[in-house]
């Protein structure tokens, strides 16, 4: 099966610009997840969909950031305006949910790695 | 506060020896642990799953066990090649409130040839 897919691969924008991110899960998963991984640290949960219903926001900076997952499919992920912080690569992983949501490996992306000047 | 707890410091073991990687977790008792690796600029990979009635699992040359008394896991790669050089993450799912996984920060071992 093909995995996730996501672009751009790389990105540089100065702060205070805005920024968005594509997403486009396994086929067939139901769950789809944003995560943004800073340098030295593990992944960290920005936004979780199940379909095209958010499940957990609350870890999403919503003054600045905002996703959506039309028809349940495909996602984006936007920054606007970016700040310096906002460096990271994110991560978009999806899953089948076979099993229960808890019970399921969630499958990655190789991420966008934002740089904010 | 929840916490997850994996070694920042590189471990670094001959080619051939067992590696021993340690997750410790804080202030929960998850249901479910996994292991993933990530290789630099490239997303987690996973590779196994223990739920908390279970002691160990194995996949290959791959073994994890689960202490719930001890809040802790130990994931152990035998027979280490250069190639199992990574970083290995482990990840609870607190799912009081979230069901999403909750990463450790990661534990990076280097094979030497």
């Known amino acids: 099966e093909a995995g996730v897919a996501q672009s751009p691969r790389y990105k540089i924008i100065e702060k205070r610009q805005s920024v968005a991110f594509w997403c486009n899960p396994i086929?067939?998963?139901?769950?789809l997840y944003w995560y943004q991984q800073i340098l030295g640290q593990g992944p960290k949960l920005l936004i979780q969909f199940q379909n095209n219903g958010v499940v957990d926001d609350s870890q999403l900076p919503k003054d600045r950031f905002s996703a959506e997952r039309l028809k349940g499919v495909d996602s984006t992920l936007k920054i606007q305006p970016a700040k310096l912080e906002d460096s990271a690569v994110y991560l978009c992983?999806?899953?089948?949910?076979?099993?229960?949501?808890?019970?399921?490996?969630?499958?990655f992306g190789n991420g966008t790695r934002l740089t904010v000047t | 506060s929840q916490k997850i707890e994996q070694n920042s410091e590189a471990l670094n073991i001959q080619e051939g020896k067992t590696a021993t990687l340690t997750c410790n977790y804080t202030?929960?008792?998850?249901?479910?642990l996994q292991w993933y690796r990530q290789d630099p600029g490239r997303g987690p990979v996973f590779l196994l799953l223990?739920?908390?009635?279970?002691k160990e699992k194995r996949k290959e040359r791959l073994k994890v066990t689960f202490d719930t008394t001890l809040k802790q896991s130990l994931f152990h790669i035998t027979a280490s090649q250069p190639a199992d050089s990574a970083t290995y993450l482990c990840?609870?799912?607190?799912?009081?409130?979230?069901?999403?996984?909750?990463f450790g920060s990661g534990t990076r071992l280097q094979v030497q040839p």
């Open positions: 202030n929960y008792s998850p249901a479910y």
């Open positions: 223990i739920r908390e009635n279970e």
């Open positions: 990840a609870l799912d607190f799912s009081t409130g979230r069901r999403a996984l909750t």
């Open positions: 086929s067939g998963h139901a769950t």
């Open positions: 992983a999806s899953s089948s949910n076979k099993g229960g949501v808890r019970n399921s490996p969630l499958h």
